[in-house]
């Protein structure tokens, strides 16, 4: 009786080079540039962002993770649901960014989730007029009808700096693959009428250690990861965003201190969002 055969190796998870270029070693210098960080145009003092995506991916906690980044400590001004379920975020809240040394020139607004059924959650209007400055903060969306310009909540002129610069759609890595087509569908609608007027788009992907098992022991393994790497692919064909507009992060949930290598995914992601805002409204200014 001789041995019994080995069985072959397991596929590795692992790349041999990493598919992005990643400087892990940038945190300072992104941190610096985005704490001096000036406003292309003279009538807009901060930056707004909209932050959407669906319940439980992850929205309010990525929001939190920028803070935390530059606050170096853990702050939980946008309230995070643990429970799952409906969305916590039933109002639009719109949150400062804030640094140690002061605050910073953006706002990072936080909407209700944008779900798969008609009826559920925001509906894809009221993200529009969300993004064009028609919706005051604390407004409570109504699932079933979109806010008309008879509601107190109803800005009837917005102003430039009411209007946000950039969409962040957060999506959860675990999950692109279930993407439903209603869900699609609503998000066509809002990158068709936002799309004329060029405002960008970033996806943030989070949650990228629940989706490998290699980047939950090691962050800096996220760009070798072969998982990663093809939920990033999938995100890309299933919402039509290129690949280089989406960024992996894994937010702050359960640590209790700031970690350089969470710190740097979450700025370089931060960074792209709000220098291509930055862009958007700087070409406002000569429009
Ligand atoms: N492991 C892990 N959990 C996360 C991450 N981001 C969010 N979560 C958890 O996912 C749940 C929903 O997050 P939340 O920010 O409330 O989602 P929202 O509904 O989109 O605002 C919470 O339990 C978070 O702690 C992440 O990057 N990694
Ligand atoms: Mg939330």
Sequence with gaps: MGNAPSEPAPPSLELEKPWRKFDWRQKNELKKRLEEFSVSHPDVKCINILVAG??????????????????????SS?????????????ELKVHRVRGVKGDLPFYLSDIMGLEAKILAGTLPEDVIKTIYGYVRDEYKFNPEMSISDKNQDYVNDPSLSNQAFCLVYVVDAKTVQYIDQGLIDKLKIIRHAISHDRIPQVIVMTKVDEACPLVKEDLRKIYTSKKIKEKMEMCSEAIGVPVNCIFPVKN?????????????????????IVNLANDRLRDRASE
């Design 54 to 75: 669906q319940i439980g991916a992850g929205k309010s906690s990525f929001i939190n993770s920028v803070n935390n980044t530059f606050q170096e400590r853990m702050t």
């Design 78 to 90: 946008a309230l995070v649901d643990s429970c799952g379920g409906t969305s916590f975020t039933k």
């Design 252 to 272: 702050y949930c359960e640590e209790i201190d700031v970690d350089d290598d969470v710190d740097v995914l979450i700025l370089k992601a931060f960074d792209q």
